[in-house]
């Protein structure tokens, strides 16, 4: 296992975002409330982009049809609204990175 840094601590804000492209996976890493998140760029309603979704106390809003999830869980907050959840990945902190460990 590989450690893969994808952004200095000093670099982290409440709004922080940042997309990355990592083993062929389109992902998103985001800071909201203090919390550090990594999730794939993918929403789980129409898979659509999360690029654009706005995110603020702990809701993730996704831009295409406006359903929201929890950022702390990944389940949707509209019941019926949507079966899937967001696919969260761990993050590792490591000095003064926060990053994930991948397969080499
Ligand atoms: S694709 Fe995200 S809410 Fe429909």
Do not use: K, W
């Not at 890493?29 to 654009?52: I, K, M, T, W």
Request: proline content about 5%.
């Amino acid at each position: 296992m590989a450690y893969i840094p994808l952004a200095r601590l000093h670099e982290l804000y409440d709004g922080y975002r940042q997309s990355i492209r990592l083993a062929g996976q389109e992902l998103l890493l985001v800071q909201d409330e203090g919390q550090v998140y990594l999730f794939a760029n993918v929403c789980p309603h129409r898979q659509a982009s999360l690029s654009n979704a706005s995110i603020n106390d702990g809701v993730l809003r996704c831009a295409r049809h406006g359903l929201q999830f929890s950022l702390r869980t990944g389940q949707p907050l509209q019941p019926g609204g949507c079966n899937g959840t967001l696919q969260f990945f761990p993050l590792i902190y490591e000095g003064n990175t926060i990053g994930v460990e991948a397969s080499s």
